[in-house]
C-alpha cells in the first residue's frame, strides 16, 4: 500500500507536467485522471462496505471459517496469524484490511501483516510454487472467481492448507496441485526481520 500511496505522487506530477504542455481548457483531463487512479481504491469501501456486524468468529482445529461471502483473505490472514502464533480474528482483519462486500485487496492483508511485526512478501508466479514461502496466502480460482487459501507448511510431501470456506485439510503435494486451480498468486508471511 505504500507503493502505492506514493504512486500517487509520481502520477499527479506527471498530469502536472502533461498539463503545462496543454491549453489552459483541457488542463481537467490529465488532472482528473490523475485524481481517478489514485481514488479507485478507495471508492470500493465507499460504495459496497462490508457490514462486519454478521461477521461470527468461527474456529475448527486452528483454521479460521470464513462468515461471507467476501472474507477469504480476512479469514486466511487469521488462519496464518494463529498458526505464527498470534492471535487474530477475520472481524479485526476485515476491519483493518479495510475488505469490502466484494473482497479485500491483497496490499491491504500486506499492511496488516507489517503493522503487526510480520514481513510480508508478494510473489507471483504461473503457479503454485513452495519456494515462494511458507506460510502463504495464495490465489485460487474457484468456479471462474477468485478466492484467497492459507498454505501453512508442507511436511514430507504433504501440504497442509486452510480453505476458509471448508477448514483446514492435508493433501499430498500432488493432490493438492490437482484440485486447486492457482492464480499464480502468493503473499507468503514470516515473523519479522
Not at 113 to 126: T, Y
Request: a neutral charge; glycine letters at 10%.
Amino acid at each position: 500500500m505504500e507503493g502505492f500511496r506514493a504512486a500517487g505522487v509520481f502520477v499527479g506530477a506527471a498530469a502536472g507536467a502533461f498539463s503545462t504542455l496543454l491549453p489552459r481548457l483541457p488542463h481537467v483531463v490529465p488532472l482528473g485522471l490523475a485524481l481517478a487512479i489514485v481514488i479507485t481504491p478507495y471508492l470500493k469501501m465507499i460504495m459496497s462496505p462490508l457490514d462486519r456486524s454478521g461477521l461470527k468468529a468461527t474456529w475448527e482445529d486452528g483454521a479460521c471459517l470464513q462468515s461471507t461471502e467476501s472474507t477469504c483473505g480476512p479469514a486466511s490472514a487469521a488462519s496464518i496469524m494463529r498458526f505464527l502464533g498470534y492471535r487474530a480474528s477475520e472481524r479485526e482483519v476485515a476491519a483493518a484490511a479495510f475488505t469490502t462486500s466484494s473482497g479485500t485487496e491483497a496490499w491491504y492483508l500486506a499492511r496488516y501483516f507489517r503493522a503487526r511485526g510480520l514481513s510480508p512478501r508478494f510473489d507471483f508466479r504461473e503457479t503454485f510454487d513452495l519456494s515462494a514461502g511458507l506460510p502463504a496466502i495464495v490465489g485460487v480460482r474457484m468456479a471462474g472467481f477468485g478466492h484467497f487459501i492459507a498454505v501453512l507448511e508442507v511436511r514430507e510431501g504433504m501440504v497442509t492448507f486452510v480453505d476458509p470456506l471448508s477448514g483446514k485439510r492435508t493433501l499430498t503435494e500432488e493432490e493438492f496441485r490437482d484440485t486447486h486451480e492457482f492464480t499464480g498468486f502468493h503473499l507468503s508471511v514470516t515473523k519479522g526481520d
